[in-house]
């Protein structure tokens, strides 16, 4: 019986620790695999859902996802229905299925009579190395193919300002706000594209306003943030606030670069960001020199990776434990048919992430009155001016300054 799931698979180690989402066909005894496109980290993927868990376009993908499973799903039942599924062997199976999903990439191209937006946005696609990239632009170009009647004949001549709001509002049955915002910027991109190239002249953009929504709020006040690290947290949890506080300390420091910094030099800690590239040099101020010394490790600044495999790995755990600190009460459970007292927790900030060290941070800096130059350079956010960039590179005293104006207004809260 021909069957169709998610396989996230994690045979071959990538330098970057990702890991690519599949399609696992299995028909007559024969399994094979359809890319989607979409490389996650471990930690972003849960298998027992089948969903994106972390990520800023997590819901964008699994928007994606579900409707690529959706399609497959469909054309199995249809090859079912009209009796030509038995009649195929598993790797026929695959190709038509992979056919349907890729938009017939595996079948030869028809000579092109004129450009069409679909078949100009196709080739967008493919000129985009990044696979999560490729599939992101690849979900709006299947929904605008659904939306419109024929989509082989579909010109850009056809998106019109009118047209753009009527897709909107079709998006907007199944999709938020800014998940729409994702779709339009794509068609936007696509576009602008094309004006570069001097393939078209139209453009409705010009007119049409692309809407987007604040995001949920992703850090804590300061009283919250007092609260939490000053909370009489389970024993196991006091590392994990800790670690929390100590990247707030140091300015919001991803936990790749914190996990492998090396030594404190003249007291400060000097590192490259895995992200950016860009050399960082912060202070270390008595409050994060204290929870150092609580972790020192051998190899690394930190024992982090002396008690987990990788960075990953510890991220994962470190939101986690986060997500459970709180209040707990015993209650009584019946497991396999046998009475238990299992805790059941009361969590104060149940969708806290170790990223909001970082927001959180920014967010007091701004309230006492930093300047936004500042908290940007602290951040290491691009300046509009390049050449001002090149001299503010330089002024780091300024972050100190406001690094310590930051801890002390915290600390005032006691």
């Not at 998610?6 to 399609?23: E, S």
């Not at 980290?41 to 990520?55: E, F, L, R, Y």
């Not at 670690?243 to 936990?255: D, E």
Request: proline letters at 3%.
């Amino acid at each position: 019986m021909a069957s169709i799931k998610l396989y996230f698979d994690k045979r071959v180690n990538r330098k970057d620790g990702k890991f690519p989402l599949k399609i696992n066909v299995t028909h007559k005894r024969q399994q094979a695999l359809i890319n989607l496109g979409i490389l996650l980290s471990p930690d972003q993927w849960d298998s027992t859902k089948g969903k994106v868990i972390n990520g800023p376009n997590k819901s964008f993908l699994n928007g994606y996802i579900s409707q690529r499973v959706h399609c497959a799903e469909t054309e199995l039942l249809n090859l079912r229905i009209a009796g030509k599924l038995d009649l195929m062997t598993g790797k026929q199976f695959k190709e038509h299925l992979q056919r349907i999903l890729l938009r017939g990439k595996l079948e030869e191209k028809q000579e092109e009579t004129g450009c069409s937006f679909v078949q100009y946005y196709t080739r967008f696609v493919e000129g985009k190395k990044n696979p999560q990239t490729k599939a992101v632009y690849q979900y709006t170009l299947d929904r605008i193919c659904r939306f419109v009647d024929v989509p082989d004949k579909f010109r850009f001549e056809d998106v019109t300002y009118a047209w753009l709001k009527s897709f909107e509002i079709h998006l907007s049955e199944t999709s938020k706000v800014n998940s729409i915002s994702i779709h339009m910027r794509n068609i936007r991109a696509v576009f602008n594209d094309a004006l570069n190239t001097e393939t078209i002249s139209c453009y409705p953009f010009r007119r049409f306003k692309i809407k987007q929504e604040a995001t949920a709020k992703r850090a804590l006040t300061p009283e919250e943030l007092v609260t939490l690290r000053d909370y009489p947290c389970e024993e196991h949890q006091k590392q994990y606030v800790d670690i929390f506080m100590l990247i707030f300390y140091l300015v919001g420091i991803n936990t790749v670069d914190l996990c492998r910094l090396e030594k404190i030099r003249n007291g400060r800690i000097e590192y490259r960001r895995a992200k950016t590239k860009k050399i960082y040099n912060i202070k270390v101020e008595p409050e994060a020199a204290e929870i150092i010394e609580r972790y020192k490790g051998s190899k690394y600044l930190l024992n982090i990776l002396e008690r987990y495999k990788n960075y990953k790995d510890y991220a994962h755990r470190l939101n986690e434990n986060l997500q459970e600190i709180g209040s707990v009460e015993l209650v009584e459970k019946v497991i396999n048919g046998k009475r238990r007292r299992v805790k059941k927790r009361f969590p104060l900030f149940p969708e806290l992430t170790v990223y909001w060290a970082r927001h959180t941070w920014a967010t007091i800096a701004h309230k006492i009155g930093v300047s936004k130059d500042v908290i940007s350079l602290a951040l290491g956010h691009e300046f509009g001016c390049k050449t001002t960039s090149i001299y503010i590179d330089y002024d780091m005293e300024k972050v100190d300054k406001a690094n310590r104006q930051v801890l002390d207004y915290l600390e005032n809260l006691k």
